[in-house]
């Protein structure tokens, strides 16, 4: 998709409105919660908030063919640094159907190796935090790696 000076001024826009510093008490749920509705709502960007987390799971949307692409957008005053999303779409439905937060800061769910589910019977991906890094469940499957189940994306 060609980003034009129409969308790129109407993102400055956003970023400019936003003049207090918005507090997320969970940026996970915040981060799956912008994509969900964005999705839905068949936007064809999405601005999230920029942490080592959701970098981490971009990545991973990105390589797994989630998502285009992303970029970083930065402010001066107030200093704030977010990712533009650009969502990926197929015969105009969205690629992505779901995601689904597992592990929630009142109940975190660790799995081992060997008990890490697949989502939709490997149609979807499981994102997990290791030891190692955040992956896939099929990455950590290859490294024998358990973690915590972070979301579910299908």
């Known amino acids: 998709m060609i980003t034009t000076n129409k969308t790129n001024n109407r993102i400055k826009k956003i970023v400019k409105k936003r003049r207090i510093k918005h507090v997320v008490k969970d940026p996970i749920a915040d981060f799956i919660l912008r994509i969900n509705n964005a999705s839905r709502a068949r936007h064809s960007q999405v601005l999230v908030y920029f942490s080592k987390m959701n970098t981490a799971m971009l990545e991973i949307l990105t390589n797994e063919g989630f998502i285009k692409g992303y970029k970083v957008i930065e402010r001066s005053k107030p200093k704030i640094k977010m990712y533009n999303v650009e969502l990926k779409y197929s015969a105009k439905t969205p690629v992505i159907n779901g995601m689904k937060q597992i592990s929630k800061p009142g109940l975190r769910v660790y799995q081992e190796c ?34 915590e189940v972070i979301a579910y994306v299908w």
């Open 114 to 147: 060997k008990k890490i589910p697949k989502v939709l019977n490997g149609l979807g991906i499981a994102i997990i935090s290791t030891s190692k890094g955040i992956m896939i469940d099929k990455q950590a499957r290859e490294n024998n790696l358990g973690g």
